[in-house]
């Protein structure tokens, strides 16, 4: 009988699952898929749509139902007990289990066989909070036996990473994994190599990701095109508009804080004692048009256009709505995500020095996820390390299949 196991990392933007053949210790297959959710309106009825397909329904519908992304980011939050669609009430691990159901059925379809065994991946740390922390890691366990594995074993994302990379070493390496997602930022050293039984070290991680440099540069590039720095006239009193409408665009989620009667109400009547400024009056159609999805696609666009050019484009036009804003490497590194990449360096730096590591100890560095592609966060780790240090894997599904990979281990205990 086949004898298979699912390697599973649910992430902030993709999701990927990995079809491992026990007996030939071969991952024979990697689906992925955007870890998107999208839920049309209708008429008396509920349906909903996963990955791609997600995205292309939405589209067709011209926005007219709810989009959900970097669903993962909100499962260490207390406060977000469940959401109501369509008079059903969803669970963060409801919504995760969605996209996980989606990707399971893909690949047992694949195999004409229904697997029920897996590793799942989690982050170095979902929240520096112990409450949060325990709170998403049971949140992200339930989500698991909804989709319908049986018998589950969890594993850091870093450490399955590591694993993917072993595979290329010809002999003991010292290893620092860094692994680069949509929300975090993660850091493994370990002793790596053919006869090593994958010693761990230590391992750590910082909450700061690609979704945080998105939204600083929806911030510095964005806002200022929706009202950041217009003044409205409240009590014969010029004030700025208020800092929550802009705190509250710079990431997709947040957007649906200003999606109610109550905040779209207040932007009208900030419209109108702003003197109808037109800057308003985007914020206004970007709510009530619920176009937040292709703003940072294009946001996003433009972060991925700087790690290949030494400018980019900021560029959105869409209904009324119509800006174009230049951005360098230069003016990106430097100014909008300075703030996070010394973040990212400094616990870098504390973490090898709590650890007794220095940067020439170290053999190699492999980096992973989708963020490392970003060249200011290359450039940090090529000054640290020096180029002939740092390797690089499938960005996407590097940890998909190490937590495969890493099936054997763990099942031994």
């Known amino acids: 009988m086949p004898n298979f196991i699912y390697g599973v990392d649910f992430g902030t933007t993709n999701s990927a699952l990995a079809i ?30 996963t990955g791609k397909k997600a995205i292309e329904k939405y589209v067709e519908s011209k926005s007219n139902g709810r989009l959900m992304k970097s669903i993962k980011s909100v499962l260490p939050i207390k406060s977000f007990t469940h959401t109501i669609i369509a008079n059903k009430v969803f669970k963060p691990e409801d919504l995760v289990a969605l996209i996980m159901s989606a990707l399971k059925k893909q ?21 520096e909070e112990p409450e949060k922390e325990a709170i998403a890691q049971k949140r992200l366990e339930n989500a698991v036996k909804l989709s319908g594995f049986e018998e589950a ?18 002999k003991e390496e010292l290893v620092l994994v860094a692994d680069f997602g949509g929300g975090t930022s993660d850091f493994t050293l370990m002793h790596l190599g053919a006869n090593k039984s994958h010693d761990e070290i230590v391992q750590g991680g910082i909450y700061i990701g690609g979704d945080n440099f998105d939204s600083k540069l929806m911030w510095h590039k964005g806002t200022p095109h929706f009202g950041r720095g217009v003044k409205e006239k409240f009590f014969q009193k010029l004030v700025p508009l ?13 957007m649906n804080f200003l999606n109610t009667n109550k905040m779209r109400e207040a932007i009208r009547k900030s419209y ?16 009530e048009k619920n176009l937040g999805y292709y703003l940072f696609q294009k946001v996003e666009k433009t972060k ?25 490497v230069k003016e990106f590194e430097e100014e909008i995500i300075a703030e996070e990449l010394e973040k990212i360096s400094a616990y870098l730096d504390e973490f090898l020095l709590k650890n007794n590591a220095t940067y020439e100890s170290i053999d190699s560095v492999f980096m992973t996820g989708g963020t490392s592609m970003v060249r200011a966060l290359q450039n940090v780790f090529l000054e640290k390390f020096g180029e002939a240090k740092i390797k690089s894997g499938d960005n996407f599904n590097s940890v998909a299949m190490g937590l495969a990979y890493s099936y054997e281990k763990l099942n031994k205990g």
Do not use: C
């Open 107 to 127: 690949a047992d379809d694949y195999l004409g066989v229904i697997v029920t065994k897996a590793v799942i991946g989690r982050p170095v740390v979902f929240s």
């Open 304 to 328: 991925i256009d700087l790690t290949k050019n030494d400018t980019a484009t900021f560029a959105y036009q869409e209904d009324d709505i119509d800006f174009k804003e230049e951005v360098s």
């Open 153 to 170: 074993k969890y594993q850091m994302e870093p450490i399955a990473a590591a694993f993917t990379y072993e595979r290329s070493l010809k």
């Open 242 to 254: 208020p800092l929550s409408y802009f705190v509250n665009i710079t990431t997709w989620a947040k």
């Open 20 to 49: 491992l053949d026990l007996d030939k210790n071969e991952v024979v297959k990697v689906f992925t898929m955007p870890s998107v959710l999208f839920f049309p309106d209708l008429e008396g009825g509920f349906a909903y749509f």
């Open 272 to 287: 109108f004692r702003s003197g109808d400024d037109p800057k308003v009056k985007n914020l206004l159609t970007l709510i």
